[in-house]
């Protein structure tokens, strides 16, 4: 299978502009728009069909959906997902294919202007029953368990349509940044310390002012507030994360560990214990057969020759761990980046493109 698929799934009420917005992001990743209702409408079924017990739908979506990922494309699901077990058959199906999921909540936060696209709705399949305001407002509360995985919320009443676009498709270059991993392994439910319960160390490498070691809760909020830097995350299509986005990357970072054997270890300054960002090993979604040596550091360490030294000690760890090669993708105009993998002895093998921006592919062999 290709390595760039990702699995892309919009939930939300009827008339909050959901199908609208799968379409257009459908059509901008050159993917096929799994329509749930379209299934349910062929088959003769109420568009409550999920939430009333008759699967059917979801299930022929799955094959569609679970198809075109296969072949290694990118797949949009558009349904209401109005039950926990509908959402965790998409959860599973990422984890079943071994693809990125990115779980996407559209709302409309302006009642009239719901109402109104509800009412004014009308039928665009053969045979379509439109929902009514009062069918949708009769219905439970959409809301999210506590326990599930923190999603991307886009509200229609306040964002454009192509600003959403370019948002999800940005959020869908660049998710969840390296390559998949095991849903269950993703925020929330990757818990950090599991190393200890099996007896692992929870330092991975230690260097002369650094400590390479695995995540913890601590670490998410001077993480939030380094990727939610503009300056930080200049050089990265997809620009600053939210919160829940960051979250997500530091449990997936830190489950790489548990899925690879290596994985990238959160940065701890050894004098003070300050946070510092991470460094370590990974594979890119783009070029999942390679071993690439990434870091990402907050702005206050910049200049001090934490990242060169971090990745050092992860090259030379690297032929205890079976590596004859080790790769690094840096963007073309990210200079920094550039001088500290040259630092490492990593030369330059090709130039691409990614996402738009132009990539420079180097690699060492230590």
């Known amino acids: 299978m290709e390595s760039g698929s990702v699995l892309v799934v919009l939930s939300g009420l009827p008339g909050v502009g959901k199908t609208t917005l799968a379409r257009e992001l459908a059509r901008s990743l050159g993917a096929p728009h799994v329509r749930v209702d379209a299934f349910e409408t062929a088959l003769g079924l109420r568009a409550t069909s999920a939430r009333d017990g008759d699967p059917t739908g979801y299930r022929l979506a799955h094959v569609v959906a679970g198809d075109a990922l296969q072949s290694g494309r990118h797949a949009v699901v558009d349904a209401v997902n109005p039950v926990r077990e509908a959402r965790d058959g998409w959860r599973a199906l990422a984890s079943e ?47 999210r368990d506590a326990d599930e995985p923190a999603a991307v919320v886009v509200d229609t009443a306040t964002t454009a349509l192509a600003r959403a676009v370019v948002e999800l498709r940005a959020r869908v270059d660049a998710h969840p940044e390296q390559v998949a991993v095991p849903a269950s392994l993703l925020a929330p439910h990757h818990r950090f310390g599991a190393w200890a319960v ?26 939030a507030a380094m990727n939610a830097d503009p300056e930080v995350m200049e050089h990265f299509s997809s620009g600053p994360m939210d919160r829940a986005a960051s979250d997500g990357l530091a449990r997936y970072a830190d489950a790489c560990f548990e899925v690879h054997g290596f994985g990238l270890a959160a940065v701890e300054r050894t004098d003070d214990g300050a946070f510092l960002g991470f460094c370590g090993f990974g594979r890119h979604r783009r070029r999942p057969e390679a071993v690439e040596v990434g870091w990402r550091l907050a702005r206050h360490a910049w200049g001090h020759g934490y990242a060169t030294e971090a990745g050092r000690a992860w090259l030379e760890a690297a032929p205890g761990i079976g590596l004859e090669r080790v790769a690094c993708y840096v963007t073309a105009t990210n200079r920094r980046s550039l001088a500290v993998a040259r630092r490492l002895g990593l030369v330059v093998e090709e130039e691409d493109v990614w996402a738009g921006q132009p990539v420079v592919v180097l690699s060492t062999r230590p």
Do not use: I, K, N
């Not at 071994?98 to 009412?119: F, K, M, N």
């Not at 045979?127 to 959409?142: D, S």
């Open 97 to 143: 294919v071994g693809v990125p999921l990115l779980e996407v909540d559209v709302v409309c936060s302006d009642p009239e202007l719901h109402e109104r696209r509800v009412r004014e709705r009308t039928a665009d399949l053969p045979g379509q029953v439109v929902p009514t305001w009062e069918g949708v407002t009769g219905r439970p509360a959409w809301r």
């Open 198 to 223: 099996r007896g692992e160390p929870e330092v991975v490498l230690e260097t002369e002012r650094l400590v390479l070691r695995r995540w913890r809760e601590a670490d998410l909020e001077p993480f």
